[in-house]
Every structure is written in structure tokens, then in C-alpha cells.
């Protein structure tokens, strides 16, 4: 009897052992999962402030972009081949390429934005 005594009161804290264990992992499992929405939630905060960003900057540049060709269009009917001349066009180069990068980081924070 003594012996079977022992081997309830084994199976019952067996049984009590598992149980306490599958209710941590559970609240392991639980922690993580908030732990894992409050990272999503902060990327996705992160990327509309690049968005934002980025997308003053575009417009910024799109605003320049007539200035720069009026300029290079005066200098261009005074001073045909002068340094200010090719200036300006490195700069309004510069300029249509900084948009169109602007433009491919834009479409491909769109396409990783998570739910």
C-alpha cells in the first residue's frame, strides 16, 4: 500500500509539473506575441515617418525642377557651354534622379508595409 501511496503521489506531481509547464509556455507563447505586435507596430510607425520624409523631399524636388530648367534655359540663350551652364544641368540631372530613387523606396516601402 505504502508503494502505491508513492506512485499516486509521483503521478500526481508528474501530472501537476506538466501542467504548470504547459501553462508557462503558454504564457511565454502569450508574451511573445505581444512582444512580436509591438515590433510590427513600431516598423510600421517607422516607415510612415520615411514616408513622410521622403515624400517632403520628392515634392520638394519636384517644386525645383522648373526653376532649374528656367535657369538653364536663360543661361543656356546667353552664355551657350558656360560652367553655370553645366552646373545647372548636374543639377536638375541630380535632382530627376533623386526623385526617381525617391519614387522606387516609396513603391517598395508600399509593397513591406505590414498589416
Do not use: F
Amino acid at each position: 500500500m505504502l508503494q502505491t501511496v508513492a506512485e499516486l503521489t509521483t503521478a500526481v506531481a508528474t501530472i501537476v509539473a506538466v501542467g504548470v509547464s504547459l501553462w508557462v509556455a503558454v504564457r511565454a507563447e502569450r508574451r511573445a506575441d505581444r512582444a512580436d505586435k509591438k515590433i510590427l507596430a513600431a516598423e510600421n510607425v517607422r516607415r510612415r515617418a520615411q514616408r513622410v520624409e521622403l515624400t517632403a523631399e520628392r515634392n520638394s524636388l519636384d517644386g525645383r525642377i522648373p526653376t532649374l530648367e528656367h535657369w538653364l534655359q536663360v543661361e543656356g540663350s546667353y552664355k551657350a557651354g558656360s560652367p553655370r551652364e553645366a552646373q545647372l544641368q548636374a543639377e536638375l540631372r541630380n535632382a530627376r534622379d533623386r526623385i526617381t530613387l525617391i519614387d522606387a523606396i516609396l513603391s517598395e516601402l508600399d509593397a513591406e508595409e505590414v498589416g
